[in-house]
């Protein structure tokens, strides 16, 4: 199982990113995906999930200003964050929850700064 995300960068404040995760080694359109990120020295939190069916589920504080997609034909996840804070800086991990185990992408550093 792989899951490669990309896109993220340096972003000004107010800025926008879209984040893929591109997954292999699971059969994509059965699955629940979700998002998460991490601050170093801070616990990885909950960004959202989105089901086979492209139901989405956001954290606390985060459903205002990301929106989780799907491709299943291109095998990929996507995360649109919308008028980035400083706050938002921060490593974004994709997952997968397949066959019993936990996997997680490498992440995509996203840092938000003028």
């Known amino acids: 199982v792989q899951l490669q995300a990309s896109g993220g960068g340096l972003v000004q404040p107010g800025g926008s990113l879209r984040l893929s995760c591109k997954a292999s080694g699971i059969n994509f359109s059965i699955n629940t995906l979700g998002w998460y990120r991490q601050v170093p020295g801070q616990q990885r939190e909950l960004v959202g999930t989105?089901?086979?069916?492209?139901?989405?589920n956001y954290g606390a504080s985060m459903k205002d200003r990301f929106t989780i997609s799907r491709d299943n034909v291109r095998r990929t996840m996507y995360l649109q964050v919308n008028s980035l804070k400083p706050e938002d800086t921060a490593v974004y991990y994709c997952?997968?929850?397949?066959?019993?185990?936990?996997?997680w992408g490498r992440g995509t550093q996203v840092t938000v700064s003028s």
């Open positions: 989105i089901t086979s069916g492209g139901t989405t």
């Open positions: 997952h997968v929850y397949w066959r019993s185990r936990n996997y």
